[in-house]
């Protein structure tokens, strides 16, 4: 069974960066399709980017396009979001999930079949 762990949530202010990692220990995320969601109290939760298993194809939100990133990182095996620019508007938790084999097709994203427990970032003065 996959098991997800996001680290590198935390408080920052407006205009900064964070970067989160989403790690799986026993399994190669290289097969997986990843995703990082994100829920903010009283709101829907929100697919804010995912990374195809094969060809690297990606998807970002309106909302974080040209601000966020996200990337692997093989030799860690992990994938990471970049979030740069960041807006009280992007506070949230952020959670990793995972789809083996899982694919980004126009802009879409498959359904995650793996979820981490999540990483809080708070975006504050």
């Known amino acids: 069974q996959l098991q997800l762990v996001e680290s590198g949530g935390g408080l920052v202010q407006p205009g900064g960066s964070l970067r989160l990692s989403c790690a799986a220990s026993?399994?190669?995320?290289?097969?997986?399709?990843i995703m990082w969601f994100r829920q903010a109290p009283g709101k829907e939760r929100e697919e804010v980017s995912c990374?195809?298993?094969?060809?690297?194809?990606?998807y970002y939100a309106d909302s974080v396009k040209g601000r966020f990133t996200i990337s692997r990182d093989n030799a860690k095996n992990t994938v990471n979001l970049q979030m740069n620019s960041l807006k009280p508007e992007d506070t949230a938790v952020y959670y990793c999930?995972?789809?083996?084999?899982?694919?980004?097709?126009?802009?879409?994203?498959?359904?995650?079949?793996?979820w981490g427990q999540g990483t809080q970032v708070t975006v504050s003065s």
């Open positions: 999930a995972a789809t083996l084999y899982g694919t980004v097709v126009a802009g879409v994203c498959d359904e995650p079949d793996y």
């Open positions: 026993g399994f190669t995320l290289d097969y997986y399709a």
């Open positions: 990374i195809s298993s094969s060809d690297g194809s990606t």
